[in-house]
């Protein structure tokens, strides 16, 4: 899959400093709980984490308690990651 992100995805979104460690995160982060997994097609988790960070949003929640079967939305999200370059952090 060929993916360009939005040049100015940066600029559409608020970031604040997290503690005193200069690292910016994203005022808005993206909870994979019922949007990935077993029960969503692997394409609409993929459109749903580009469009995500094409507004800027560079945080992804996966706890393992968003879902009975846990650890399901880590492939996709590698997937993700293995697209783009950027992401600020990830809770697993």
């Known amino acids: 899959m060929s993916y360009l992100a939005n040049p100015e995805r940066y600029q559409s979104m608020e970031y604040r ?15 994979l709980w019922h949007n990935f997994g077993d029960t969503t097609l692997f394409d609409n988790s993929r459109e749903m984490l580009l469009r ?13 308690n968003y879902d009975p079967l846990p ?16 992401l600020t952090a990830m809770k697993w």
């Open 17 to 31: 400093r997290c503690g005193n460690s200069g690292l910016q995160l994203p005022a808005i982060s993206l909870g």
């Open 52 to 64: 995500a960070f094409d507004l800027g949003i560079t945080h992804f929640d996966l706890a393992n």
């Open 71 to 86: 650890a399901r939305q880590k492939p996709i999200l590698a997937e993700f990651y293995n697209t783009i370059s950027s």
